[in-house]
Structures are given as C-alpha cells and as structure tokens.
C-alpha cells in the first residue's frame, strides 16, 4: 500500500499534514488524561481501516488468495502497510484496534462464526448491571494495589501481543447485507430462487454487495451468518442455503435439497450446451479456413467433428428441456401445497370468526327483532314530538295564511325601498352630466342608461 493510494481516501484528502502527524503518533494514555482527543482519534482511524479493508488492500490473507473485504488482519505488518510519506508508521494502531474491539465494532472472527448469541445482544441486564457496579470499582481497587495493571499501562508492543488475530468489521457486514437485500427485493418468487449453494452464493452475490470488489470464502461465510443469525432472511444447513420469508419456513427440508439438485443440474447443462455450441462455432471457423486454405482433408476431420458435437447438443438440448420441465413440474406442487396450506389457514380463521356467540342464527334473530322494535319506539316518539309541536302552534292562535299575507307586504314594501334608492341614483347621475329634469317628473330606473347615452 503506498502513499499515493492512501491520499486518495477520503480521510486522508481531507486532513491537513500536521493533523496526519498527531493521529499517527501513540496516544494509548489519552483515553482518560483527553477522551474527547483520543475518540476523535480511534472514530478517524475507524473510518480509515473501513476503506483499506473495503478495497482489499491488505493483501492475499484468505485461504483461496484473495483478500478479505469484511475481515480485518490484525498484525504488526499492517503498521507497515500504512506508512504514509513524510508521517511515518501509526504508532497507536494497536491501542485503536483494542479499543474498536471494546466498543464492539471489530469482532473475534471466531466468535463471530461460531456465537449463538447476536451481536447485538449485549448479555443478560441482571448480569451486565452486576458487572458494572461490582466489577469496575474491584477492578480498579485491584489496579491501585498493583494485583492488575491498568489499560493505560500497557505499551504498544505488549497491546499488540494481546489484540492480533482476524477481527470481522461489523459496520462493513451491515453495509453488505443492506445491499444484498436490496438486490434481493423482489426476487424469490419460485421455491428455487431462494435456494443456493454456497458456490452459487458466491457466484450471484460476491462482486455485487460491495461496489468494485468480490468478496473472499471468509468474506461470504461471515455475510451468510450475519443473515442468518442477525437478519434471520437466511437458514444454512451445510452448503446449503435457504432464503426465508416466514417464520415457519425457518428449514431446509427433502423438497428444498430436491429442488436445489434440478437446479444445480440444470445450471450445470446450460453451461455444458453454451460449451458444446462455442466448440460447433469454433469447429465451423475452423472448417472455412481449411477450405480457404485448400486443405480438404483436415476440412473433413473436422466436419465429422462437428457432426459428433451436433448429435452431442441435440441430447443436452433433449435433457435439458426435459429437466427444466421437471423443475417447473416441483415448483408447481410445491406452490400448490403453500396454497393449500393458505386455504387451510383462512378456512381456520373464518371458522373461529363465525363460531362467535354473536354470528349465532338465534343470536341474531334477537339482534335484528330488537332493533326493530327499538326503530318502530324512535318513529312513534318523533311522531308524538310532531304532534306537540302542532298543538302549541294551534294554542298559540297562529294562523298560517296570516303570516303569509305578512310575509307579502314585508316583500313589498322592501322592493319599493330598493326601486326609490335606484331612482334616486340615477337623478344625482343625470344632475352630474348637466341634464335638467323638470321637477316632479317622474324618472324610470330602467330608462337611465339610454337617456345618459343621449345626453353623450
């Protein structure tokens, strides 16, 4: 790793030479003299170690040589590896690994593949509220009388001896997996789109969670137990791998390993008929050039050749067809028995809802006759309310014919008060523009606007 690589993370472009040269200096005995410096620090090299892991950049450490991408190689040579020119080595890298490992974003990779306990589970509360106000103050009774030693009392080198190993960087699997899923959306719709071996695994999703990279054997086999155990999407039985939508599917059964072998044959015969049609296409090349070249006898071993491979394609095609027949034959039962088995279960719960005492025929004759009767009782009370309210209106000596004759005048008189202000409009109108109109003579409100068109 050089230093032209490193000053093209993001990290790096962004820090100016005299920052570089304190975040690469030993600040193991900042933790509690300066914690805010010294979180600033372990969150900068957190940030750092994500991208160096991320592009592969530490080296062919996994067993089928390549890289790890999600596992970080904890050793002495990656202070080599992130030498920069003109700061030096890191000199507290030791200090921030052991500390990224307290707060529990770098994990023992062992731990990690073999823990039945999630990471994001930390302990049981009685026993971490325990550890918390008995351990620490015996803790740090036993560091002021020199039976234990302090954190701060360790030295680079020793910190070193104690944290080397392969960590798994969780924020790097948190990533993967959310991309994985992503990819995933959607997807699944037969019973052997959700079915893998750990090969087929390898080959669908490692050059696609993380962006530029493929993923190593280690890199996969930490991804499969994050969503196995973490997401709870996945189910693993040896090298078999199952995609869950529900909580009962949480297993592979015979039909899953059945499926998963047509699949894998199937896979396995369209790669042999592209192989057997690249051979045709190359033996056909083959075939023009001799004759190009007139050597017909070497034209005809390879037509004959090529007869043999036509027959060869014509069976693969003739099995092939015949499985993927089968395969779309076992998908189809199987979507038929998770049919039944919805039918089943919607049968169960419309039974449950029916069998309530309310949906009873008895039950419901009573409701229906009581509501009856409560609706004939609610007409016969608005009815006697009507009736009252006739009666007091009679009482009241009101008569109705009365108080429309009223009503006319009041209508009346209103028209007449509106066609007296109209006509009084239009007078102030006509005196504006110089118009004489003889006193006492009547002016009609309608005939306004052609006199002042006169007048104009």
């Keep these: 790793m050089s230093s032209p690589a490193l000053s093209a993370l993001s990290n790096y472009a962004s820090t100016s030479k005299s ?58 040579m990656l202070v080599d590896k992130l030498r920069y020119e003109g700061v030096g080595k890191p000199l507290g890298l030791g200090t921030t690994i052991a500390e990224m490992r307290r707060s529990n974003d770098l994990i023992l990779l062992s731990q990690f593949l073999t823990s039945q306990q999630s990471v994001y589970d930390l302990g049981w509360l009685p026993y971490r509220i325990a550890s918390f106000v008995v351990g620490k103050p015996l803790w740090w009774a036993m560091e002021q009388l020199d039976i234990v030693r302090s954190e701060d009392s360790y030295t680079e080198a020793e910190t070193w001896k104690k944290i080397e190993g392969d960590y798994v960087m969780l924020g790097l699997v948190v990533q993967a997996a959310d991309t994985l899923e992503t990819l995933r959306d959607g997807t699944g719709l037969s019973p052997a789109d959700n079915l893998y071996t750990f090969e087929d695994f390898r080959r669908e999703f490692g050059a696609k969670v993380l962006p530029g990279v493929v993923l190593s054997e280690i890199d996969i086999k930490v991804l499969i137990k994050f969503l196995e155990r973490e997401r709870r999407v996945v189910v693993q039985n040896g090298d078999i791998i199952k995609f869950v939508t529900a909580s009962h599917d949480r297993e592979i059964t015979a039909v899953d390993r059945g499926i998963l072998q047509l699949k894998t044959a199937v896979r396995n015969l369209r790669e042999q008929v592209d192989s057997i049609q690249n051979k045709i296409d190359q033996t056909t090349t083959n075939i023009t050039n001799a004759l190009r070249q007139q050597r017909k006898s070497i034209a005809l071993a390879e037509l004959r050749f090529k007869k043999h491979l036509d027959d060869l394609l014509s069976k693969r095609l003739g099995s092939l067809h015949n499985l993927e027949s089968t395969l779309i034959s076992v998908e189809t039962a199987a979507g038929d028995v998770e049919i039944m088995k919805t039918y089943e279960s919607s049968t169960a719960t419309l039974k449950a809802i029916l069998s309530h005492p309310s949906l009873q025929r008895d039950k419901i004759e009573e409701t229906m006759d009581a509501l009856a009767t409560s609706t004939a009782d609610a007409r016969e009370i608005d009815d006697a309310i009507r ?34 202000a109209v006509e009084q409009a239009v007078v102030e109108k006509l005196h504006g523009i110089g118009v004489r109109i003889p006193e006492g003579a009547p002016v009609q409100a309608e005939a306004a606007p052609k006199r002042m068109a006169e007048a104009a």
């Design 19 to 76: 920052r570089l040269h304190s975040l690469y200096s030993d600040i193991h005995r900042q933790k509690h003299s300066n914690p805010s410096s010294f979180h600033a620090y372990v969150d900068w090299w957190h940030g750092t170690l994500k991208d160096v892991i991320s592009r592969g950049w530490q080296g062919s450490d996994g067993p089928d040589g390549t890289s790890n991408k999600l596992v970080l190689g904890a050793r002495r």
């Design 387 to 420: 009736m009252g309210e006739d009666m007091t209106a009679v009482d009241a000596g009101i008569d109705d014919m009365e108080l429309e004759v009223e009503l006319n005048a009041l209508v009346e008189e209103a028209e007449k008060e509106r066609a007296g």
